[in-house]
């Protein structure tokens, strides 16, 4: 009897440790699928910053009149600047045809560079100007895009959100763009209101 319990008894525990092992290793497999999917597809999102920024109301309403005023500008610069030189032009070969006296030449030519002088400064003021302009609604927008993002993920759902230029291939559905699109509206929305209500 003592001979069949014995190895009864080894067989029993030989058994127990293979299963302790097999629940060892079911319990390893379960936790790094825990750890799989603690960091999995839906904690990461991306936001297409450049699309929100150009569709949000904020560069409807006000972004697009700036960048219009400062193409208007430019060109304003650009033509004023033609027609300095060209004036300048006109008054050398003047003087180089002999239609003209050196003291008068050199009269006008004085005059023209007044006009460049003056023309320099007020151009200089004024791009100082709206480079401030740009400067003040290129962080009022991105206020609006940080706070719309923080909102969105007030829960603490995502625990990574990047800008969309940076990515190479991602699915679609990791894109939070459009409502981020849509919470920069609401923020813009309430922001306009609350400076309404001040004035």
Same mark, same amino acid.
């Given at each position: ?47 297409? &910053?450049?699309?929100?920024? %150009? !569709?949000?109301? #904020? ?9 219009? *005023?400062?193409? @208007? ?62 400067? &003040?609604?290129?962080?009022? %927008? !991105?206020?609006? #895009? ?9 829960? *603490?759902?995502? @625990? ?40």
């Amino acid at each position: 009897m003592k001979k069949i319990f014995f190895p009864m008894l080894a067989a029993a525990l030989v058994m127990t440790a293979c299963d302790s092992k097999t629940t060892e290793q079911t319990a390893g497999a379960a936790t790094q699928t825990e750890a799989a999917t603690t960091i999995g597809s839906g904690d990461i999102a991306y936001v297409q &910053v450049e699309a929100v920024l %150009a !569709q949000c109301d #904020l560069f409807l309403n006000e972004g697009k009149a700036l960048q219009e *005023k400062t193409e @208007k500008a430019q060109k304003s610069w650009a033509q004023r600047e033609q027609s300095l030189q060209a004036e300048a032009a006109q008054l050398q070969e003047k003087y180089q045809k002999g239609l003209i006296t050196t003291r008068d030449a050199q009269a006008q030519q004085e005059n023209i560079q007044k006009r460049v002088a003056s023309y320099q400064t007020n151009a200089q003021k004024e791009a100082q100007s709206l480079d401030e302009e740009n400067y &003040v609604f290129t962080n009022r %927008a !991105q206020d609006l #895009l940080n706070r719309a993002v923080k909102e969105i993920n007030a829960d *603490k759902r995502y @625990k990574l959100i990047i800008n969309a230029s940076a990515l190479i291939d991602a699915d679609t559905t990791l894109n939070i763009t459009p409502a981020v699109l849509k919470k920069v509206n609401e923020l813009y929305a309430a922001d306009k209101k609350a400076e309404k209500a001040k004035n």
